[in-house]
């Protein structure tokens, strides 16, 4: 069975520090998808990053990063420097080949406080 | 790319009322998916269109929804009968199938309220 697990509910962090979300995936499929997505207060899902299986470089963009451990089946977000405006809901997501299913952890809500 | 619209914005309907829900993704778009989602949890997946073809289904959905997209442009979710336990956002999603996996786009959600 496939499983995104986010353990970390609910984050606060004063502006500029640095946080990191946690997602632990299940899935006995070796060809996988990987996918976070940000929710903020608006609604909206917003993609933020892809990573199949098989390319297990990390990735940087900006203020974000990504630590994709298949040994240890995660894939981390990182934001440094947070900032007010990352203030959302932050989903983590998993698609295995041979199914068009995404499946979504239960999210963590990051709050950064001025 | 004007995004995926979805109507209504909400909908407030009395127990046992029929409701449909439309999806217009972004125009080249052949992936469409909908999903659901309740207060403090992920979307769940319900069905997934590429062009025309309904091509998956969760087995959790009863047999009172429905969903079609009859040209392969917008799409329409249709819950008969609804249910206190129907009350959630449905949210629409759609992609360019074009080989990988292209990121989904979401609209901002139909919010059902069931009386």
């Known amino acids: 069975a496939q499983k995104v697990t986010q353990a970390q509910t609910e984050i606060s962090v004063v502006e500029k520090e640095d946080v990191t979300l946690d997602c632990v995936y299940e899935?006995?499929?070796?060809?996988?998808?990987l996918f976070w997505y940000k929710q903020p207060p608006s609604g909206e899902l917003v993609f933020l990053i892809r990573?199949?299986?098989?390319?297990?470089q990390n990735e940087i963009s900006g203020r974000y990063s990504w630590n994709f451990q298949k040994s240890t089946s995660s894939f981390n977000f990182t934001i440094t420097a947070s900032q007010v405006v990352d203030s959302a809901v932050y989903f983590c997501?998993?698609?295995?080949?041979?199914?068009?299913?995404?499946?979504f952890g239960t999210g963590t809500r990051l709050k950064v406080l001025a | 790319d004007t995004g995926v619209s979805q109507n209504p914005r909400h909908k407030i309907t009395k127990r046992g009322q029929n409701v449909t829900f439309r999806c217009d993704p972004i125009s080249e778009h052949n992936r469409l998916y909908w999903y659901r989602q309740t207060l403090g949890q992920g979307p769940e997946f319900l069905t997934y269109f590429q062009n025309e073809a309904q091509l998956e289904k969760s087995r959790l959905l009863s047999d009172r929804f429905s969903a079609e997209r009859p040209k392969g442009s917008f799409s329409t979710l249709e819950i008969q009968r609804t249910e206190q336990g129907d009350s959630a956002m449905y949210l629409c999603?759609?992609?360019?199938?074009?080989?990988?996996?292209?990121?989904?786009?979401f609209g901002d959600g139909t919010r059902l309220s069931i009386l």
């Open positions: 899935t006995r499929d070796t060809t996988y998808y």
């Open positions: 997501a998993l698609r295995t080949s041979g199914t068009y299913k995404y499946i």
């Open positions: 990573r199949n299986s098989f390319d297990e």
């Open positions: 999603a759609s992609s360019l199938g074009s080989g990988g996996d292209q990121p989904q786009h």
